[in-house]
């Protein structure tokens, strides 16, 4: 509730003050530069050398769904006979966003059902075995649906043999600071890949850190060659914006410049994104002690092993109809548990439901 309120209060702050001018303004097609500027430092690091070398181009988007959409029509747009490489699962609107664009689409192998964990050297066999150069949608931290992400060595492994067959990563980052609690933690994978000097591109969205769902504030960015193919890019990504949307809106874009470029207001910010992610750790922890206190024998070491608001279960959709049914427990058919909506309150009633459905597995 606290960190709700500190929004509400900021929002009408902004709203109050720069009301009377932007009612009457339209942003520009790439966006609040000063928004822009902000995210790319949270994503690439403050004391980025790309940042200072201008080598990366970037727009304000429509969240994280709109910063994919960009992307997938550019891609179409420079490389029409190229495919995005796409996990084993994703998010689903992943599949429609690169349909939409005609961008064809295939796999790689990800979960592993069996461990309910990452499934690591099918990765890697197909990341080897994909065409040189191929395009690969990565989560950047808090797989969703799984919550399953490599570990550091692994992402270090990951980005050696995309630099071998000289792929292009592009990260999803859904969830920063939602994962670990650290924005700057939750963006290693990212700076991996740029220490080992791969042009990636980024997705970013404010909708869950920030809570600024309904505001549709997100940004797109891709590193390039130099400043001039920098220019260039976001001159592309623009033009691709215009027929589209034509401009961002504005209010969103206030509130996150306001917010991360202020330091006492960016210090609250922190402090509460790890207050949430805290939060949900400890969910996990309480749902796996309450499984095992009472008694179930099945293992559960993969609620707190996953991380982020998603928790893949291993639950069939019959257990999951079951939850339904008789226990008013409400979760996508593929046993993905919302740990966002796991309390104190009820996180023992849901460990009792799943032992009652799970026990004749």
């Known amino acids: 509730m606290v960190f709700v309120v500190h929004f509400l209060v900021l929002l009408w702050f902004i709203l109050m003050i720069d009301l009377p001018n932007v009612v009457r303004e339209y942003l520009p097609m790439g966006g609040s530069v000063k928004m822009v500027d902000e995210s790319l430092k949270l994503a690439y690091g403050e004391n980025s050398e790309l940042i200072k070398d201008k080598r990366i181009a970037a727009v304000q988007a429509l969240s994280g769904t709109g910063a994919c959409r960009l992307f ?5 747009r420079f ?18 966003i690169w349909r939409d ?52 060595e692994q992402w270090r492994e990951i980005s050696h043999q995309f630099k071998v067959k000289g792929h292009f990563a592009f990260f999803d980052m859904a969830y920063q600071g939602f994962a670990s609690g650290s924005p700057e ?56 914006a215009r027929p589209m949307y034509s ?20 210090k609250l910010w922190l402090n509460e994104v790890k207050g949430m992610a805290d939060r949900i750790i400890g969910m996990r922890t309480a ?3 309450n499984l095992e206190k009472i008694g179930s024998p099945l293992p559960w070491e993969h609620i707190t092993n996953q991380i982020g608001m998603f928790c893949y279960s291993g639950l069939t959709p019959e257990q999951v109809d079951r939850l339904t049914n008789e226990f008013h427990i409400y979760m996508t058919r593929n046993g993905r548990i919302s740990m966002a909506g796991v309390t104190s309150g009820n996180v023992g009633y849901l460990a009792n439901a799943i032992h009652e459905v799970t026990k004749s597995a």
């Open 247 to 266: 401009n961002p809106p504005v209010h969103g874009a206030l509130v996150v410049s306001t917010i991360l470029g202020d330091p006492e207001l960016k």
């Open 101 to 152: 664009a005609d961008v064809q689409q295939n796999t790689f192998r990800y979960y592993l059902p069996e461990t309910r964990g990452l499934d690591y050297n099918g990765f890697m066999e197909d990341i080897k075995n994909a065409p040189n150069g191929s395009f690969f949608l990565l989560h950047a931290c808090a797989h969703n649906p799984t919550g399953v992400d490599p570990t550091e």
């Open 79 to 96: 490389l029409p006979d190229s495919q995005i490489y796409i996990s084993v699962p994703t998010w689903s609107n992943h599949h429609n």
């Open 185 to 240: 933690g939750d963006a290693k994978s990212i700076r991996i890949f740029l220490e080992d000097g791969h042009p990636i591109g980024c997705a970013q969205s404010y909708a869950k850190n920030m809570g600024l769902y309904g505001q549709r504030v997100g940004c797109l960015s891709l590193v390039c060659e130099d400043e001039k193919q920098a220019v260039a890019v976001k001159s592309q990504l623009q033009q691709i």
């Open 287 to 289: 749902l796996r002690e």
């Open 72 to 76: 997938a029509d550019f891609q179409k």
